[in-house]
Structure formats: C-alpha cells, structure tokens
C-alpha cells in the first residue's frame, strides 16, 4: 500500500491532500450490513410466528380432541385402532395447512423476487425452497397433532363413554 500511496502522491500532489483506500470487500460487507441485520429480525420475527402458530395448533387440537372424545370412544368400542384415529385427525389437519400452503407459495415468491431484484449481484429462487418449508410446518403440526390426538385415542374408551 506505501508503494501505490507514494505513486499516487507523485500523480496527484494539489488536488489530493491525503490518500484515502478501502478495500472492496470491506466495502461491499458494509453496503450489506443493513441487509444482515434485516436478515436476524426476519428470522426472529419467523421463528416467533412459528412459534405462535403451533401454539394455536396446539390449542386447537387439545380443544378438537376433548370436544371429539366420546367420538374417539365410540370408535374405539366398535374396533378402531389408536394408528386409526390418529391418522384422521392427522389428515384432516393436514388438509388445511395445505390449503394454507396453495397461496402462500406464489406470495412468497413475489416478496422475494422483488426484494432481489434490487441487488447487482443475485440468485435464482429454487422451488424447493418452499416445499422445504411448508415441509417444516407440516411435520411440526403432524407431531403436535400426533402427540395430542394419540394421548386421546390411547385412554380407555370406558372412561369417555361411562357418563352416556
């Protein structure tokens, strides 16, 4: 740098008074520090909403599973097995977080082509991306969902019924 700081005070003596350098990357990691920091509350605010939404999910199961009891029990006197009505409650649970999913997937896409779009230098959106994602939330509800419904369907139909 002495070398290039000599040179540049031999080409330009009066119209420069000190010789001022950074380095590109230097540069460039500032220019994008904004974004970094953008980047952690998104993920935080991400991880909040998640957060939330299987606490409703939470919320809503133990509420569907206790209004559904003697339903359960039912089922269970005439032969159903526990796998069974796990796997209904998990499929009709599943059915609304992919309805949730079907608009979410083209929003998301829209919201990041146009944030990308304002940098020189950007990357192609690939689709599984947002497959991952809503894979994530999928199997996040289907273990509350799982964990809930199955304490449910595992007690002793008797003790729901006994009361009819």
Known sequence: MNFIQKKFEEMAPFFIK?????????ALNRNYEQERQQSRMLLAFTILAVVIAMMGVFGLVTLSTRQR??????RKVNGAHSGGIVK?????????VGIAFMPTCPLGYLFMYHWLD????????????F?????IIAGITLLTVIGQTWRTASQNPVRSLRYE
């Open 18 to 26: 000190e010789f001022k350098y950074k380095f590109f990357s230097d």
């Open 69 to 74: 009891t003697k339903e359960i029990g039912i």
């Open 88 to 96: 209904m409650f998990c499929l009709e649970y599943l059915k609304w």
């Open 118 to 129: 304002e940098f020189a230098y950007r990357t192609t959106m690939s689709w599984w991306l």
């Open 131 to 135: 497959l991952g994602g809503g894979l």
